[in-house]
């Protein structure tokens, strides 16, 4: 079946301008996760839905992220005001039940800030 | 407080050795879960194996083996016999009972495998 999609692959913007990023989970995974991965380094959390609700968002840096999920299914992750610290590669996973289950990732948007 | 540490950057072997990628981790939980993950150069993270505090046998899938050693805080990764397609990042990570919905990951060994 499909796995993760991210929509758009790569993204290019210039600083101060809002951008949103999409992420479509594994069909039928109620848990989503996005995570920020910058060269060299390993992912790193930002915020985690379990259904409709963000059951953690801990990770998000400060208040120019911000993150959706209506209808428990496709995510939107919203970056205001955007800065060149903010150019990373962001990644979606999704699961079935949480970190009990496996995480399937996508292959992540490239975020380019200019 | 959290951490992994995956202290080689770059290992580079030419196919058909062994090859151990290290993993060290630190947390105070007693219950917590261990992780590795692959990374092609495609970029999707593939997850490799789990592994919960509480179950220290060592685990065998294929050319793949997982030592974990809690006495040293170590979760190391061998790939046995390896193959040009093995070339990738891996990934060790944790999570914590407390906080299950969060990895925390190391920042990865680059695997470069030779013909």
């Known amino acids: 079946g499909a796995g993760v999609s991210q929509t758009p692959s790569n993204k290019v913007t210039e600083k101060g301008k809002y951008v949103e990023l999409r992420c479509d989970p594994i069909?039928?995974?109620?848990?989503l996760y996005w995570y920020r991965q910058s060269l060299g380094q390993g992912p790193e959390f930002l915020i985690y839905?379990?259904?409709?609700?963000?059951?953690?968002d801990s990770g998000l840096p400060n208040d120019r992220f911000f993150a959706v999920r209506p209808e428990g299914s496709v995510s939107t992750l919203k970056i205001q005001r955007t800065e060149r610290g903010d150019s990373a590669v962001y990644l979606c996973?999704?699961?079935?039940?949480?970190?009990?289950?496996?995480?399937?990732f996508g292959n992540g948007t490239r975020l380019t800030v200019t | 407080a959290q951490k992994v540490t995956q202290a080689q950057t770059e290992i580079s072997v030419v196919e058909k050795e062994d090859v151990t990628l290290d993993c060290v981790y630190e947390?105070?939980?007693?219950?917590?879960?261990l992780f590795w993950y692959k990374q092609p150069p495609s970029g999707e993270l593939v997850f490799l194996i789990r592994?919960?505090?509480?179950?220290?046998q060592n685990e065998i899938s294929g050319r793949y083996s997982w030592n974990f050693q809690k006495s040293t805080s170590s979760f190391n990764f061998t790939i046995t016999a390896s193959q040009v397609v093995d070339s990738a990042v891996y990934f060790c990570?944790?999570?914590?009972?407390?906080?299950?919905?969060?990895?925390?990951f190391g920042t990865g060994t680059r695997l470069q495998v030779f013909p």
């Open positions: 839905f379990q259904g409709t609700g963000a059951a953690d």
């Open positions: 990570a944790l999570s914590e009972a407390r906080n299950t919905d969060k990895l925390i």
């Open positions: 069909s039928g995974h109620t848990a």
């Open positions: 996973a999704s699961s079935l039940a949480g970190v009990d289950s496996p995480l399937h």
């Open positions: 592994r919960n505090s509480f179950d220290e």
């Open positions: 947390t105070r939980d007693t219950t917590y879960y």
